[in-house]
């Protein structure tokens, strides 16, 4: 039962459960003890991020990596791709804030209703972690805007082609229609409720 806990398809479910028992929670209840040990088997599994940065982000850059490969072969293979693990749509400062943000800290947090004292230990490092991505994710985008700058400025200066104005534009000026169908299956990569629903983001 316990090791069950573990699956991310059941995550809601459990931590609604047991969120629903914490005003009136009974150590003398079996049911009650039940789901705390399944909430702590949880939290144990998915925990990574609790510990230091120069601990946790190299095991972040395995699983995407991990992720990333499985997700390559499934394309070679024609195989449908979960957004999450695809190279072309997350980032790892996406998916850890959002992972950290919908997943860790509500989870943390409800332990820590029950054991107050573990607030410091459990939560304050969670939200250190989503400092760090988030601060990451602003150095990526201001590469990416650098890098679409001097690409724009170079297709201006070879103007003159056949395609005239077509080459000047930016490379997110225009989205295909591939890219258009593919917008809300892509939005997942930052929803919690279509994120992580059948394994972790973070072992």
């Not at 990574?48 to 120069?54: A, G, I, L, Q």
Request: with cysteine.
């Amino acid at each position: 039962m316990l090791i069950l806990a573990t699956d991310m398809a059941r995550h809601s479910e459990i931590v609604d459960d047991f969120k629903n028992k914490l005003d009136n929670f009974d150590y003398g209840n079996v049911n009650h003890l039940n789901v705390l040990k399944m909430i702590l088997i949880k939290a144990c599994d998915i925990s990574n991020e609790v510990r230091p940065n120069t601990v946790a982000e190299p095991w972040v850059d395995c699983l995407l990596e991990e992720y990333f490969n499985q997700a390559e072969t499934e394309k070679q293979e024609g195989l449908p791709v979960a957004p999450f693990m695809d190279r072309e749509k997350v980032t790892k400062s996406s998916a850890q804030i959002g992972f950290i943000k919908f997943v860790l800290i509500p989870l943390f947090e409800s332990i820590c209703q029950l054991f107050p004292q573990a607030e410091e230990r459990l939560v304050a490092p969670l939200r250190q972690a989503k400092e760090h991505y988030e601060e990451l994710k602003e150095k990526e985008e201001e590469i990416r805007r650098t890098t679409q700058g001097r690409s724009g400025v170079t297709n201006e200066g070879g103007r003159g082609g056949g395609d005239g104005g077509h080459r000047s534009r930016s490379p997110s000026s225009g989205r295909s229609e591939e890219t258009e169908r593919h917008a809300n299956k892509s939005s997942a990569v930052n929803n919690p409720s279509q994120r992580w629903t059948s394994r972790p983001m973070i072992l």
